[in-house]
């Protein structure tokens, strides 16, 4: 009975929200602005979000996170456009689509690629919508139980494992990268007893560093560096007459799509891993679960599928920890975050006593997303890549100025900007030299939380670490971190590939013997 | 991402400065109260705002050792020292380009943005920074390059001897006119070099038009639209403040 209530709430909520007539003109603006984000290369869904927010601050809430989220599902499903269509990812997430979209279009098969992405994009979108919808009652119940030591290390939790899977060099570049985010995270008067930490007797840096500028600078200005810098060159589209929906491809590869879906929610469930990896790890997955692996990467369809279905669901499985514990699943999440806080919503355990039905009203807005997607897809994909004529050192430099004024407008602070700049050089210069992005920004965000949760549980034990060992979850996490840690030394590799020798050994002997 | 041998190189070089930075984050923590009152609070240990840096900075120096250990072992740091003595003068293209996004990311925030015209400030940035980068060529880069910086110059020197002060008393908006007489030489200067090339002096109208629409579609979203104060109101945001209030 309470389902039911909660299913007619729920499409009540999708009706009022849906029937609103500013509400779709946002809905649909925003979608088309996140696929030609999305689809121009140098420009992410985290840009596209960290922009768009400057311009949904005087909105209502509920308008802004239509926006916000409209433009995050659409710049995740964009970055396919060019992947297919010229060979260049849109976005990160859409690289693994290229492996084999850009070999379809090559053949001539780019409509039902397009077609397919489409599709597949709008149900990863809504797979990750019921995942948001099932699991946040549950991870709330659970997040309810935590004390400060849990916080403390979820949020390093958060930051390490961001960093280890992110990190496309060494694992503990990606550490580094977080710890200088947590260290940014105290610069600023302390949250407990006001001691101005790093702030060099600057008055303006008493209030600490603002999280947006920091975001815009630590993805935007890299991004605007690197593309002018290293000359990226947009070659010709591929042709296509029509986006081609073919159900019967659909209907044939059902079983893979659910498993792509479920794979990006669950990594985009996973801290500060982003709908890159989620997409990467689906397509790894196809290739070797496929019968026919050697078609991969020669224009497979099953590869676009899986890539497109995954990071499309990652979307909600990022909004998980993100709305019930106030840590991002991915970086577009993380500029969510900053969104959300900018109209007064604090994400984490008390999000359902301090905004009843706010969760619900995420769902419904990733709901109305998956089919404004799809149709904005269908309708507008021909008139979209135009886009991608026009040339990057054209778009690049205005992508600058809205940086800048993004950065300045949310606190009609300058000294935001002076800030802004050398992060963003910094970040480019980290980029370069593997260092991923992602766990700083996590570390900017959860730096707080980690902070005043350590200092308030030893606080409350007087000094003793020991709460760790006797609460399950804290015990769970800080195992997590510690086998995370160890299992980047040398003598622990060394001694798993003994214990997997052995084994090995003797299972040879077992069957000798048999 | 670098190659892998630069990447080597890289991060020795970048083991060292983490080190440093680590040292000066760990010498700074030990300045904050950790035993002692704060604002009439008796700290312990486990409460002093030193306690996230002491952490942070530990775990910053262990890594860069990790690093700094790596670099050495698989070559990188011979590698640095190597080539520091074959270093051969001269910048790369590649970095005249990235030195070119620099000079004019930091011209237009630190010089521009908090004392020049908001609109006249995004014309100047942006017909720089998409001319020099949509020609696509080394040479007129470099000439530009040269032309833009030594606008910026001038107008450093003006703020620096605080010379724009009486300016502005004598003359209203007198900066904002400076500017937008840079702006037009700039435009008359890059016609000029680039004359005898049509696809060129396409590109040039092309970058115009789009210098001057970014800015007249943005003010007016964020200074009418979100009503956010812009960092400096001069001459054009104010005609636009008139032409806004006649019409309503």
């Given at each position: 009975?309470?389902?039911?209530?909660?299913?007619?709430?729920?499409f009540?909520l999708?009706?009022?929200?849906?029937?609103?007539?500013?509400?779709?003109v946002?809905?649909?603006?925003?979608m088309?602005?996140?696929i030609?984000?999305g689809?121009?290369p140098?420009?992410?869904?985290?840009?596209?979000?960290?922009?768009?927010?400057?311009?949904?601050y005087?909105?209502?809430?509920g308008?802004?996170?239509?926006?916000?989220?409209?433009?995050?599902?659409?710049?995740?499903?964009g970055?396919?456009?060019?992947?297919?269509?010229?060979n260049?990812?849109?976005?990160?997430?859409?690289?693994?689509?290229?492996?084999?979209?850009?070999?379809?279009?090559?053949?001539g098969?780019?409509?039902?690629?397009?077609?397919?992405?489409?599709?597949?994009s709008?149900?990863?979108?809504?797979v990750?919508?019921?995942?948001?919808?099932?699991?946040?009652?549950?991870?709330?119940?659970?997040?309810?139980?935590?004390?400060?030591?849990?916080?403390?290390l979820?949020?390093?939790?958060?930051?390490?494992i961001?960093?280890?899977?992110?990190?496309?060099?060494?694992?503990?570049?990606?550490?580094?990268?977080?710890?200088?985010?947590?260290?940014?995270?105290t610069?600023?008067?302390?949250?407990?007893?006001?001691?101005?930490r790093?702030t060099?007797?600057?008055s303006?840096?008493?209030?600490?560093?603002?999280?947006?500028?920091?975001?815009i600078?630590?993805?935007?200005?890299?991004?605007v560096i690197?593309?002018?810098?290293?000359?990226?060159?947009?070659g010709?589209?591929k042709?296509?007459?029509?986006?081609?929906?073919?159900?019967?491809?659909?209907?044939?590869?059902?079983?893979a799509?659910i498993?792509?879906?479920?794979?990006?929610?669950?990594i985009?469930?996973?801290p500060?891993?982003?709908e890159?990896?989620a997409?990467?790890?689906?397509?790894?997955?196809?290739?070797?679960s496929?019968?026919?692996?050697?078609?991969?990467?020669?224009?497979?369809?099953?590869?676009?599928?899986?890539?497109?279905?995954?990071?499309?669901?990652c979307?909600?499985?990022?909004?998980?920890?993100?709305?019930?514990?106030?840590?991002?699943?991915?970086?577009p999440?993380a500029?969510?975050l900053?969104?959300?806080?900018?109209?007064?919503?604090?994400?984490?355990?008390?999000?359902?006593?301090?905004?009843?039905?706010f969760?619900?009203?995420?769902?419904?807005?990733?709901?109305?997303?998956?089919?404004?997607?799809?149709?904005?897809?269908?309708?507008?994909?021909?008139?979209?890549?135009?886009?991608l004529?026009?040339p990057?050192?054209?778009?690049?430099?205005?992508?600058?100025v809205?940086c800048?004024?993004?950065?300045?407008?949310?606190?009609t602070?300058?000294?935001?900007?002076?800030?802004?700049?050398p992060?963003?050089?910094?970040?480019?210069?980290l980029t370069?030299?593997?260092?991923?992005?992602?766990?700083?920004?996590i570390?900017?965000?959860?730096?707080?939380?980690?902070d005043q949760?350590?200092?308030?549980?030893?606080?409350?034990?007087?000094?003793?670490?020991?709460?760790?060992?006797?609460?399950?979850?804290?015990?769970?996490?800080?195992?997590?971190?510690?086998?995370?840690?160890?299992?980047?030394?040398?003598?622990?590799?060394?001694?798993?590939g003994?214990?997997?020798?052995?084994i090995?050994?003797?299972?040879?002997?077992?069957?000798?013997?048999d | 991402?670098?190659e892998?041998?630069?990447?080597?190189?890289?991060?020795?070089?970048?083991?060292?400065i983490?080190?440093?930075?680590?040292?000066?984050?760990?010498?700074?923590?030990?300045?904050m109260?950790?035993?002692?009152?704060?604002g009439?609070?008796?700290n312990?240990?486990?409460?002093?705002?030193?306690?996230?840096p002491?952490?942070?900075?530990?775990?910053?120096?262990?890594?860069?050792?990790?690093l700094?250990?790596?670099?050495?072992?698989?070559?990188?740091?011979?590698?640095?020292?190597?080539?520091?003595?074959k270093?051969?003068?001269?910048?790369?293209?590649?970095?005249?380009?990235?030195?070119?996004?620099?000079?004019?990311?930091?011209?237009?925030?630190?010089?521009?943005?908090?004392r020049?015209?908001?609109f006249?400030?995004?014309?100047w940035?942006?017909?720089y920074?998409?001319?020099?980068?949509y020609?696509?060529?080394?040479?007129?880069?470099v000439k530009?390059?040269?032309?833009?910086?030594g606008?910026n110059l001038?107008?450093l020197?003006?703020?620096?001897?605080?010379?724009?002060?009486?300016?502005?008393?004598?003359?209203?908006?007198?900066?904002?006119?400076?500017?937008?007489?840079?702006?037009?030489?700039?435009?008359?200067?890059t016609?000029?070099?680039?004359?005898?090339?049509?696809?060129?002096?396409?590109?040039?109208?092309?970058?115009?038009?789009?210098?001057?629409?970014?800015?007249?579609?943005?003010?007016?979203i964020?200074?009418?639209?979100?009503l956010?104060?812009l960092?400096h109101?001069g001459?054009?945001?104010?005609i636009?403040?008139?032409?806004?209030?006649?019409?309503?």
């Open positions: 009975m309470l389902v039911l209530e909660r299913l007619g709430h729920f009540s999708v009706f009022t929200l849906g029937s609103d007539p500013l509400n779709l946002t809905l649909f603006a925003a088309l602005m996140g030609i984000f689809a121009m140098g420009l992410t869904a985290t840009l596209g979000v960290a922009l768009l927010t400057t311009l949904t005087g909105m209502e809430t308008r802004a996170m239509i926006a916000l989220l409209a433009i995050y599902v659409g710049a995740v499903y970055g396919s456009y060019a992947s297919i269509l010229i260049i990812p849109g976005t990160a997430a859409a690289a693994a689509t290229a492996m084999d979209g850009y070999p379809l279009a090559v053949q098969r780019a409509g039902k690629a397009l077609g397919l992405t489409t599709t597949t709008a149900i990863g979108t809504f990750g919508m019921l995942f948001v919808v099932s699991m946040s009652p549950l991870i709330s119940a659970l997040a309810l139980q935590f004390t400060s030591f849990e916080f403390f979820l949020a390093f939790f958060g930051i390490l961001s960093g280890t899977l992110t990190s496309p060099d060494l694992v503990y570049k990606g550490w580094i990268a977080g710890f200088l985010g947590i260290f940014l995270s610069v600023g008067r302390d949250g407990l007893q006001f001691y101005p790093f060099f007797g600057l303006d840096l008493d209030g600490g560093l603002d999280v947006i500028p920091v975001l600078g630590a993805f935007g200005i890299p991004q690197q593309v002018l810098k290293d000359k990226v060159v947009v010709e589209a042709k296509f007459h029509r986006i081609l929906p073919e159900i019967r491809d659909i209907v044939h590869n059902i079983p799509i498993r792509s879906a479920l794979i990006g929610v669950g985009g469930a996973v500060g891993i982003g890159d990896i997409a990467w790890v689906s397509y790894g997955t196809a290739k070797n496929s019968k026919h692996p050697q078609t991969f990467g020669k224009g497979e369809l099953q590869g676009v599928i899986a890539s497109e279905t995954a990071n499309n669901a979307i909600g499985g990022a909004m998980i920890p993100l709305l019930n514990l106030g840590v991002p699943g991915s970086p999440a500029m969510m900053g969104a959300l806080m900018i109209h007064g919503v604090t994400p984490g355990p008390m999000i359902n006593f301090d905004h009843p039905g969760i619900l009203q995420i769902t419904a807005i990733l709901l109305l997303a998956s089919f404004a997607m799809w149709i904005t897809g269908m309708l507008l994909a021909k008139q979209v890549i135009k886009v004529r026009i990057p050192p054209v778009f690049m430099p205005i992508v600058a809205l800048i004024i993004g950065s300045y407008s949310l606190g602070r300058v000294f935001n900007l002076y800030l802004m700049i992060i963003g050089v910094v970040a480019y210069f370069e030299m593997g260092y991923p992005i992602a766990p700083l920004v570390g900017v965000i959860l730096g707080p939380m980690a949760n350590l200092r308030r549980a030893l606080m409350v034990s007087k000094g003793s670490f020991l709460p760790i060992f006797t609460r399950p979850v804290a015990l769970i996490l800080f195992l997590l971190i510690l086998i995370m840690m160890i299992s980047q030394f040398g003598f622990y590799k060394k001694l798993i003994r214990i997997k020798d052995r090995a050994r003797s299972r040879g002997r077992t069957r000798q013997s | 991402m670098m892998k041998k630069k990447l080597r190189r890289a991060d020795f070089v970048f083991s060292v983490l080190l440093a930075f680590s040292l000066f984050i760990l010498g700074n923590t030990f300045t109260p950790m035993k002692d009152s704060w009439g609070v008796m312990v240990w486990y409460v002093s705002p030193a306690l996230l002491l952490i942070v900075s530990a775990a910053l120096i262990i890594l860069g050792v990790a700094l250990l790596y670099s050495i072992r698989s070559g990188g740091a011979r590698d640095f020292i190597a080539n520091i003595r270093r051969t003068r001269g910048i790369s293209a590649a970095n005249v380009r990235f030195l070119a996004v620099l000079l004019a990311l930091a011209s237009f925030v630190y010089l521009n943005i908090p020049v015209d908001f006249l400030c995004i014309v940035f942006l017909l920074c998409i001319v020099v980068f020609f696509d060529e080394a040479t007129l880069l530009l390059s040269w032309f833009y910086l606008g001038l107008l020197l003006l703020f620096i001897t605080a010379i724009d002060q009486p300016i502005s008393r004598a003359f209203p908006y007198g900066i904002d006119v400076l500017l937008l007489l840079l702006i037009i030489a700039f435009w008359l200067y016609r000029l070099v680039v004359r005898a090339d049509r696809r060129l002096v396409a590109r040039l109208r092309t970058t115009v038009i789009v210098s001057v629409a970014v800015p007249l579609i943005l003010v007016p964020f200074k009418f639209g979100l956010v104060p960092p109101e001459g054009i945001i104010g636009m403040s008139l032409i806004r209030y006649a019409l309503r």
